[in-house]
């Protein structure tokens, strides 16, 4: 059983390192377009991930269920060193069951995300899909718009206006 305290001490560990690892990859010099690219789409998941850890903190802050409450009692009420040494007792037999379990603390998985960060000689990766006209980002592909707005029912062919470009040419309404 993981404590709410526990799970809420994590979230907020979390938070701090999604916004330290936002601040690295903002000062981290992009040298290609791809680069920019793909570094705006790991800012948008950190971001998402941090929106996601508050929403759960706010769930847990307010308790609806009294778990919150009810541990805080344990731990501060007058058999806290009984309470202490059952949690101590839990966690020897889930370490004593599961002894080649390896886990991977949180500090590990931000570090190595920074650390690509920090490498000068990184290969961008694919990170979003685009069409090849939009040659990754760099300009708008409106062909399946363009296709849709050309096929549209009950819209005259001469109330469209013929060339776009042209100023002097309206739309009939």
């Known amino acids: ?9 994590s979230a907020h560990e979390e938070r701090e390192r999604i916004v330290d690892s936002i601040t690295k990859e903002f000062l ?15 800012v948008k998941k ?3 991930r941090y929106e996601k850890l508050t929403e759960e903190l ?20 007058p058999n806290e060193f009984a309470e202490f040494y059952s949690r101590l007792k839990s966690l020897k ?4 069951k599961n002894p080649d379990e390896v886990a991977t603390p949180l500090s590990m998985e931000y570090q190595q995300m920074n ?3 920090e490498d000068p000689d990184r290969v961008e990766q694919e990170m979003i899909r685009f069409t ?3 040659g990754y980002g760099r300009f708008l592909d409106l062909h399946v718009l363009y296709d849709a707005y ?9 109330e469209r206006p013929s060339d776009a470009r042209d100023p002097h040419v309206r739309c009939a309404r």
Do not use: C, F, P
């Not at 010099?29 to 790991?42: G, L, W, Y």
């Not at 769930?59 to 731990?75: C, H, T």
């Not at 037999?93 to 004593?96: N, S």
């Open 1 to 9: 059983m993981e404590s709410i305290l526990e799970n809420q001490r």
């Open 28 to 42: 981290a010099e992009k040298r290609t377009h791809k680069a920019r690219i793909n570094s705006d789409q790991r």
């Open 46 to 48: 950190l971001l998402e």
């Open 58 to 77: 706010e769930v847990a802050y307010k308790d609806e269920n009294n778990g919150r409450s009810a541990e805080l009692e344990a731990i501060a009420g």
């Open 93 to 96: 037999d889930a370490h004593r």
């Open 115 to 117: 650390e690509i960060l």
């Open 132 to 134: 090849d006209e939009e």
């Open 150 to 158: 050309i096929n549209l029912k009950g819209i005259k062919a001469n």
